[in-house]
Nanobody
Framework: VQLVESGGGLVQAGGSLRPSCPVSGSASDDYSIPWFRHATGVEREWIACFIISEGSRSYVDSVKGRFTLSLDNSMNTVYLQMNSLKPEDTAVYYC?????????????????????WGQGTQVTVSS
């Protein structure tokens, strides 16, 4: 599975961005797609998870109500719609993928569980 994120950028606080994560290669419906972010000087943080087979979604509390995951089946692409952005959202955002449903076990929050990663896309929010 190959992942190539895009859609990051520079926005003012309160703005929106929509990073995307096209999943190419041997992807199928039976994949878990988490998103993580890594800010300078901070540990990598799990922020969201999407289960392609059933459409289940979960989010870390700090982004609930502001970030939304969606899937374009025709493009095999997962989107992370980010609204009401704050300066503390500034980070490099990564999507990952692995076969299986890790939603109910909580493994979707564990970066070591995933073997395929994108290169990351920078999101910068100015105050």
């Amino acid at each position: 599975v190959q992942l190539v994120e895009s859609g990051g950028g520079l926005v003012q606080a309160g703005g929106s961005l929509r990073p995307s994560c096209p999943v190419s290669g041997s992807a199928s419906d039976d994949y878990s797609i988490p998103w993580f972010r890594h800010a300078t000087g901070v540990e990598r943080e799990w922020i969201a998870c999407f289960i392609i087979s059933e459409g289940s979604r979960s989010y870390v509390d700090s982004v609930k109500g502001r970030f939304t995951l969606s899937l374009d089946n025709s493009m095999n692409t997962v989107y992370l719609q980010m609204n009401s952005l704050k300066p503390e959202d500034t980070a490099v955002y990564y999507c990952a993928a692995d076969r299986g449903n890790f939603y109910y076990t909580g493994e979707c929050r564990i970066p070591q569980r995933f073997g395929s990663w994108g290169q990351g896309t920078q999101v910068t929010v100015s105050s």
